[in-house]
């Protein structure tokens, strides 16, 4: 049976006004969360992959900031990963044999401690929220795969999450052959685990040596990328090789971090400095031993 042109001209104008109000009530629906509409409006569509976007709020740092203080671990990890044997000396620094990680993941846990999210630790020391008695927040530094292929796998066993802070220019595309570095879906994946996602800059530049425009600039830049693959707020830094001053600090919170890592030791933190948060480096020849040197230190 054959259909006037016109009848099936109208029956195709249907189906396409049909369908895109369909996708339009899907894009704005509770289950994206307020908070991930509103990041929407300011970075554009996110990534096609990413149906769900974590429900993540908007934050902002109080003006005068709070005067207390808190004692907490914040490990710092970059690769975990079985080394081949002809890596640089830097490299083996960096990497954590995937055996000993499980013994430290399992120690952290034998030992009472519960990991947090930068969420936690954001309400806990600017608004004075508790957190669990033996709290350790797990970062790791410029984005390497095996933080999802391996580490991540080991931490779920154990009840751990961490947070992931990738440089953006590194991050694999999937028709691309990257094998060192994590992909958009494997982020969304460590998400969907209970990680954060931060920023690391958008190419590792350390935010001191450049010019407070070009600084300025890497640090939106970054943070405006992540929001638009991920579909929400992403407000957690680490300063590319720790490297810090007075007006970094400034840049950072001009581009809407709330929460920055450096590369000094301590397990200190102050409420009024929150943009300069210390942490516990965890290298290859680190061992449980150092570890809990470390944390009781």
Same mark, same amino acid.
């Given at each position: 049976?054959?259909f ?6 109208l029956?195709?104008i ?7 109000s369909?996708? $339009?009530?899907r894009?704005?629906s509770?289950?994206l969360g307020?908070?991930a509409a ?12 990413n @149906? ?13 900031? +709070? ?10 990890y970059?690769?975990?990963? %079985? ?6 000396a ?11 990680? @499980? ?5 952290l846990?034998?030992? !009472? ?11 806990? *020391?600017?608004?004075g929220k508790?957190?669990p ?12 795969r095996?933080?999802a292929t391996?580490? $991540?796998?080991?931490?779920?066993r154990v ?5 992931a802070?990738?440089i ?13 570095w *994590?992909t958009?879906?494997?982020?969304r ?8 996602? !931060?920023? =690391? ?6 935010? +001191? ?9 890497? *640090? ?8 638009? =693959? ?11 090789a720790?490297? %810090?001053?007075a ?8 581009a809407?971090? %709330?929460l ?5 030791? !301590? ?20 061992g449980? !031993? ?8």
């Open positions: 049976m054959r006037p042109p016109a009848l099936v001209l029956l195709v249907a189906v396409i006004v049909v369908g895109g369909a996708v $339009a009530q894009m704005t509770p289950s307020k908070h509103s990041s929407l409006a300011t970075t554009g569509s996110i990534d096609k992959a @149906t769900v976007a974590k429900d993540v709020p908007t934050l902002t740092l109080p003006d005068p900031l +709070p005067q207390r203080t808190l004692q907490l671990p914040i490990l710092m970059h690769r975990v990963a %079985v080394l081949a044997g002809d890596e640089p830097i490299t083996v620094d960096l990497t954590v044999d995937p055996g000993e990680f @499980t013994l430290q993941m399992q120690w846990k034998d030992n !009472g401690y519960t990991s947090i999210t930068q969420l936690q630790l954001y309400q806990a *020391l600017i608004e508790p957190l008695a033996k709290p350790v927040l797990i970062t790791f530094d410029d984005g390497y095996g933080i391996i580490a $991540a796998p080991i931490m779920s009840g751990m999450v961490g947070t802070y990738v953006t220019d590194r991050i694999a595309q999937r028709n691309q052959t990257a094998p060192a *994590l958009w879906p494997q982020l994946t460590l998400e969907q685990r209970g990680w954060d996602i !931060g920023s =690391h800059t958008v190419a590792h530049t350390e935010i +001191p040596h450049m010019s407070s425009q070009a600084a300025l600039k890497t *640090l939106r830049a970054s943070r405006f990328m992540l929001e638009k =693959h991920l579909g929400h707020p992403v407000q957690w830094f680490c300063y590319p720790g490297s %810090v001053d007006t970094a600090v400034a840049l950072v919170k001009q809407g971090y %709330v920055a890592t450096t590369t000094q030791f !301590g397990i200190d933190h102050s409420a009024a400095n929150p943009l300069q948060l210390s942490r516990v480096r965890i290298a290859n020849d680190t449980i !031993g150092g570890l809990a040197d470390a944390l009781s230190s």
